[in-house]
């Protein structure tokens, strides 16, 4: 289990959630092993039976079989779905987004490393049982707490500082353009001006030629 990275504490979180799903996975194929016993004390009474008896003995069985794998794959999925609600919202307390790979649920290497672990290491974890017997995830230290607390003030610092930087820049230029605005108003009001004064000039210096008879 080492290879997945877990501390000691997370490590018996894992094989507590894993001997709860093998009780459930037992039970319930004790349960479809009932449903064949059933049959067969109830139904295979006699010695020969017809073609059509057999089929109907067997669609009957493939319905409670059914419904019986079908139940167990639902309560599976809450089940891990209630699992995830439980760190999520421990998570949450503390300003943390946990991420997940649905991909890596389909990962074969890491299903086998797990099947691995199942069949050795978690037969000899028996030292672990009072850790185990713990029903709720435990909760973080004070230390820990500040700790996170204290990367959660970091962070939102920094992101704080990032965007006041990000606003004095956009400050300056915003007064750059407003200036340059301004510079090329008062540059085109003078051009106008000069313009103006020499159509003025250009007025007064000609003069209608009079013509004598």
Known sequence: MADFGFNEHHQNEVINYMRF?????????????SCFEELKDSRLVEETFTVDEVKEMLD???????????????????TNVLLLRQLFSQAEKF?????????????????????????????????????????????LNEAGVSELLNKEIARLQEENDKLKS???????????????????????????????????????????LHVSH
């Open 95 to 139: 300003y943390l987004r946990l991420q997940t790979d649905i991909s890596e649920l389909e990962n074969r290497e890491l299903l086998e490393q797990v099947a691995e672990f199942e069949k050795t290491d978690f037969k000899t974890a028996s030292k672990l049982n009072q850790e185990l017997s713990k029903p709720k995830l435990a909760p």
């Open 21 to 33: 799903a093998r009780s459930k996975r037992v039970l319930r194929l004790k349960t479809i092993d």
């Open 166 to 208: 990000r606003l004095r820049v956009l400050e300056s230029q915003a007064m750059s353009a407003l200036d340059e605005k301004t510079k090329a108003e008062r540059a085109l009001k003078d051009l106008q001006q000069i313009q103006g004064e020499q159509q003025v000039r250009v007025r007064v210096t000609v003069r209608p």
């Open 60 to 78: 009957g069985l493939q319905v409670v079989v059914r419904g019986e794998v079908e139940v167990e794959l639902i309560n599976t999925a809450h």
